[in-house]
């Protein structure tokens, strides 16, 4: 058994559109500095999980692929999948093979290549994870307008404007311009964001996260092999929490009941405050799939109280210097969402600020050496916080 898991190593391809590359190779683009970072080989892998959605893609036995290019064969692994939650579900396994002394050593890797099916089938088999027979097939929803139900939710309860959406475009494209394994590397303006034609009111082209193909991996280890390890950092907590597939069981639009739940199983056993945990954490990455819950997820994760997560991008707040710097790798909204790799997008992140390793212009000040990811399956139906630290969590 191990108490503690560390994070010892990250690699990160480019996401966007792929073409240039098959599955395997794809993968290979993050497996190999993340080997590398952690100065390990295939051999020092004890189990391996791929976290990958995967339908609009060509391969299907992504971890039997793997094992024959990446040189894994024979150690064990297990494919994931928990919608766009994946990737976090993905080191959720991971992260119990080690503390239940399974395992030592554990590569987890994100991976989708959606860009291998056109658009509209690739937006219509994400449509599916929701209540496919209540929700798509009598009512054509697909998630621009299942997220715009949450958003018009907000505007008509809180006050929020089409223009608050755009300030969350605005940052998070800011910060894309700043991370070169982002898909979208260019800064937007509250203008250029209101131009195009809506997608689903109030959202338009800027207001969604886009369709994306990418990995990332991370390996990690019991206290134990991490002990002579140099650069690492720990997992603190993970909560994991489950919404309803009919969202007309729901009574609330304006938040997600799964994330709460998560957050605060993960505060608690992180022994964070719950009043105001911003204080105890350096930065966050939140899933931001669309503008609005952006918002949502600062009240969900009590960044601010309910009705108040506005006023915090309002105020340019969730940029670095302002009370908690939120998703400053361009988020899913400019850094891309590639399904299955986003939460180990978000780790990969978390290991870069924690070790003052982010590029230019998009490092936070690590004062408390904590850092957040909030990674959202459906529209909460399954939803993932885990938190890291640069110390071992202290009891
Ligand atoms: N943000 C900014 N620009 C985007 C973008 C986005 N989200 N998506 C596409 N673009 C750009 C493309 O780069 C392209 O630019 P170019 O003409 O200069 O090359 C242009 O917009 C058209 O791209 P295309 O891929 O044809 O877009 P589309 O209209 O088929 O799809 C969306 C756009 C927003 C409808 C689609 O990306 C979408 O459904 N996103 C949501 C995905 C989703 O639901 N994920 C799960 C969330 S829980």
Known sequence: MSENVAVIGVGHSKFGSRKDVNIPELAWESIKPALDSANIEQKDIDFFVVGNAGVWSSEAAIPALMAEYADLAPKGSMRVEAACATGNAAIRVGYQAIKSGEADVVLVLGIEKMQESPNPTVIELIGRFGSYFWEFENFGLTFPG???????????????????????????????????????QKEVTIEKVMEPKYVAWPFKLFDCSPITDGSA????????????????????SQGVGTGTANLSRRSDFTSLESARYAAELAYKRAGIDMDAPYKYLDGANVHDCFTAPEIIAYED??????????????????????????NVDGGLKAKGH??????????????????????????????HGRWLAHNVGGTGHYSYVTIYGLEKLKK
């Open 301 to 326: 994760l009590r960044f601010a109280k309910r009705g108040e997560g506005v006023q915090l991008i309002r105020d340019e707040q969730t940029y670095i210097g302002g009370r908690i710097p939120v």
């Open 146 to 184: 299942y997220y715009a139900l949450h958003g018009t939710a907000y505007m008509m309860k809180y006050g929020a404007t089409e223009e608050d959406y755009a300030r969350v475009a605005v940052k998070n494209h800011y910060y894309g311009a700043k991370n070169p394994y982002a898909q979208f």
């Open 338 to 367: 590639p399904i299955g790799a986003t939460g180990v997008s978000q780790a990969v992140e978390a290991y870069k600020q924690l070790l003052s390793k982010a590029e230019p212009g998009r490092q936070a000040e690590i004062k």
């Open 217 to 236: 991996c991370v390996i990690l280890a019991s206290e134990e092999f991490a002990k002579d390890v140099e650069d690492k950092i720990w997992i603190h």
